[in-house]
């Protein structure tokens, strides 16, 4: 199994970031360099690597790539899936000898297995930005140990407002002070990307990006990071 790694000369927290629909692309290890900048080893593993290696399938602006995408995603075995993204945290682990075990990070379908992952290998916190069809996976919500930080943009066409209220709802279930949940109005499916020109919102990045760094140190113990109310 392939995957990007970035870190910096010492880190102080380890994530596996797991890619959206289009592979490991550009706009993904860009994300992961942005993550060791701000001081953690990040893990992007080939998530399709069963199917085909190393993809690189753009950001939805071609009609064909988008539609190939679209193809693997409903291909990928998300149960196995999961197991070998808990072996990456096992391996992100142990090569950064960290007492701690990694975070995940998932964006769109990553959001989704990033839920699956969580459900299948302990690990020290949870983020999901505009991940898909959660408000299936309600049971697998409620028995995940660890911290959980959720993000969807209100215009979403991919996660409608009923959805996004089931997995408010799912949270607000669990009953604990620990997990997030953050809504962006009017802010698009991948909004966070920043190479998706026609859904990128510079606002709700910067906030969504503030907001991850923040639970990301709590997770980890470092309380020098602000932990009260909204950064600005």
């Not at 970035?6 to 942005?34: C, K, N």
């Not at 190939?68 to 196995?80: F, I, K, M």
């Not at 066409?157 to 997995?167: K, M, S, Y």
Request: a negative charge; charged letters at 25%.
């Amino acid at each position: 199994m392939d995957a990007y790694y970035t870190r910096p000369a010492r880190a102080h927290g380890t994530i596996v970031l797991i890619q959206e629909i289009f592979g490991v692309t550009p706009a993904m290890r860009s994300i992961a360099d942005d993550l060791a900048n701000s001081g953690y080893a990040v893990l992007v593993p080939d998530i399709y690597w069963r199917l085909a290696r190393n993809l690189n399938l753009g950001n939805g602006e071609d009609d064909n790539e988008r539609q190939q995408a679209v193809d693997y995603s409903l291909r990928y075995d998300e149960g196995t899936g999961a197991l070998d993204l808990a072996a990456c945290a096992d391996w992100l682990q142990a090569e950064q000898t960290a007492d701690q075990r990694p975070i995940v990070f998932g964006f769109c379908l990553g959001g989704r297995m990033a839920i699956r992952m969580a459900a299948a290998t302990p690990l020290s916190g949870m983020i999901s930005m505009y991940g898909v069809g959660l408000n299936k996976l309600g049971d697998l919500i409620q028995g995940i140990e660890c911290p959980l930080q959720f993000h969807f943009g209100t215009n979403d066409n991919h996660n409608p407002v009923e959805v996004i209220e089931a997995v408010s709802d799912a949270v607000t279930r669990r009953g604990r002070d620990d997990d997030e949940f953050y809504t962006y109005e009017g802010a698009e499916h991948a909004f966070y990307n920043r190479f998706r020109a026609d859904r990128f919102n510079p606002d709700a990045h910067e906030l969504a990006k503030a907001r991850a760094l923040r639970f990301a140190a709590k997770c980890f113990g470092d309380f020098s990071q602000p932990s009260g109310g909204d950064p600005t």
